[in-house]
């Protein structure tokens, strides 16, 4: 077997104190394992310093760093927090547990009175909730990267608006003061080919009631919360304000409701909005948006929406489908109420943190959702990544090189099966709700029950994606190699098995013994002729013409 003088040195940093201490390690386990979290652990044992007061510093309740070199072949540095310590006085020694900084998101609660609804405005970016809501509660941020997940909660909404866009008519606007003229503009849209451009014919500017006067055909519930909204903009800088007018079922008014003045702009649209609970006896709802312009001066709206609930993005039954909602009209296109209809009812809880609830059970079922991987690697870099990807590199282990012991293992019991089932059950608006994700087409079946919120399919295939090429079981020592990662390709060549190709899913280095375990996933049996035999620095291609890789393997 090859030899090589291995070395760990270790040195502990107290941020609380502002103190450094050297330690002296007589043993060590330090891993590396995907499927944890933390993805970096480390047992440490060290000689008990000299002092009682260098012995203090190593109090997992301060901000406590240590930092592991392991060196040989190839080096490695780790930078964990002090988790645990223990003081054997007989023997002299201390015992650290150490991990990487998840364990700092599995600390970190929110501590308020009132659930934190900070993710929402980020719904659509799992990347964008990780950077701007949770990371920073513990001064980190996440490494660049293209993987991401869209979270959006899609709850169903009603556009009670018939003509959102002016598309075909101005039906559905009415004049309000006698001050402007409404009229069809192609000229300007924000969406669609058109827009309802208004002309102010007065100084005092003029108010445009967005529904049929005659009528008042949009119909609402004592009690319910209602948004009135729509996106404006102007030929001369001005402002503009939204309000609800409550109505009877015999048109008679009930009250107003007045949202914020709101500048408009000529260089962009502007939302103007308000929202409003119903009060008793009404029957319909009336949009009306007051429009302070000079006279001679226009605006444009478009995108007018009137739903039930706090403001929704604008659509109406011409919005494209997209992978989260589907859009149709009720009745005839541009002149009947909208629907938004959500593929997966996402529970609105699953944005939801709770008070007291820590910042990782906030994050990881829609980690878990997403199917990819959130973790923090030794040097306190974060990643969000598909678990599917490879890392670079490939560690050979063979028996008489740097195999030491290894004993391969086939079972249908080990963390094997064919299909997937979740089911979650959580408490929404006093009611218990369960929704089940599956996946898979029979066979064995892995059960799982979450206590939390719906946060849309895609758990469960992640689940079984990790479990596929498992059932094979090969537990391997050999000589340490520090360059060794999870994600890297693993070939073992053992005596009476072909040889193994798959993936790394863990390192552990131990001290003194200067020896790694690794686990593995995906096993398959190699020929010893595939591409994947070539010497470390060979390629396929790179075979003379006229010749294989085959003739270069065998």
Excluded at 49 to 59: F, V
Excluded at 368 to 397: H, K, Y
Aim: aromatic share 8%; glycine share 8%; net charge negative.
């Amino acid at each position: 077997m090859i030899a090589a003088t291995h070395k760990i040195s270790a040195s502990l940093h107290n941020d609380s104190r502002g103190e450094d201490l050297p330690l002296a390690v007589l043993a060590a386990e330090v891993t590396l394992d995907e499927a944890w979290a933390p993805y970096a652990q480390a047992r440490l044992t060290v000689a008990l310093p000299g002092t009682s007061d260098d012995a203090d510093l190593i109090d997992p309740r301060d901000d406590v760093r240590v930092t592991i070199e392991l060196s040989g072949a190839g080096t490695r540095a780790f930078d964990l927090g002090l988790r645990d310590r223990r003081i054997n006085a007989a023997r002299r020694e201390i015992s650290l547990e150490l991990a990487s900084d998840e364990a700092l998101l599995q600390d970190s609660g929110l501590v308020t009175t009132n659930p934190s609804i900070a993710a929402r405005p980020h719904e659509a970016s799992l990347r964008a909730i990780l950077t701007e809501v949770v990371l920073p509660t513990i001064g980190a941020q996440l490494e660049p990267g293209e993987a991401d997940y869209d979270a959006t909660i899609d709850y169903d909404v009603t556009n009670l608006h018939p003509n959102p866009g002016g598309e075909l008519n101005t039906a559905h606007y009415s004049d309000g003061t006698s001050t402007e003229v409404i009229t069809r503009s192609t000229a300007m849209a924000r969406t669609g080919a058109a827009s309802i451009a208004v002309l102010i014919t007065a100084g005092s500017g003029g108010s445009v009631f967005l529904t049929d006067t005659s009528t008042y055909p949009m119909q609402a519930t004592p009690g319910k919360t209602y948004t009135a909204a729509v996106w404006v903009r102007a030929t001369v800088a001005s402002a503009a304000q939204m309000r609800i007018r409550w109505l009877t079922s015999a048109n008679a008014t009930i009250a107003d409701v007045f949202g914020t003045l709101v500048s408009v702009t000529t260089t962009g649209w502007t939302l103007v909005t308000v929202t409003a609970v119903a009060p008793l006896t009404t029957a319909k709802i009336a949009p009306i948006i007051r429009l302070n312009g000079t006279s001679g001066s226009s605006f444009y709206m478009d995108d007018t929406m009137v739903n039930e609930g706090e403001l929704a993005p604008a659509f109406n039954g011409d919005t494209p489908d997209t992978a989260i909602f589907e859009y149709a009209w009720m009745g005839t296109p541009h002149a009947s109420a909208s629907t938004r209809t959500g593929r997966y009812r996402r529970s609105a809880d699953s944005l939801t943190w709770s008070p007291g609830e820590t910042a990782w059970d906030f994050i990881e079922p829609l980690v878990q959702a997403s199917g990819l991987r959130l973790w923090c690697d030794e040097a306190r870099r974060w990643w969000l990544t598909d678990p599917s990807a490879a890392d670079s590199g490939q560690i050979n282990l063979t028996e008489g090189i740097n195999l030491t012991e290894a004993e391969d293992r086939i079972s249908r019991d080990e963390a094997w099966y064919e299909s997937v089932v979740i089911e979650y059950r959580w408490l929404e608006a006093g009611a218990q709700w369960v929704k089940y994700d599956a996946a898979g087409t029979g066979g064995r079946c892995l059960t799982l029950t979450y206590e939390r919120p719906w946060p849309g399919p895609g758990a469960a295939a992640a689940v079984l994606h990790r479990a596929r090429g498992r059932g094979r079981v090969l537990a391997v020592s050999a000589l340490s190699q520090y360059r060794a990662a999870p994600g890297q390709t693993l070939q073992a060549t053992l005596p009476g098995t072909p040889v193994q190709t798959g993936v790394i899913s863990s390192v552990a280095w131990r001290f003194p013994e200067q020896q790694m375990t690794v686990g593995s996933r995906g096993l398959t049996d190699t020929s010893p002729t595939a591409w994947i035999q070539l010497a470390e620095g060979e390629q396929w291609i790179d075979s003379p013409p006229g010749e294989s890789w085959i003739e270069e393997v065998a």
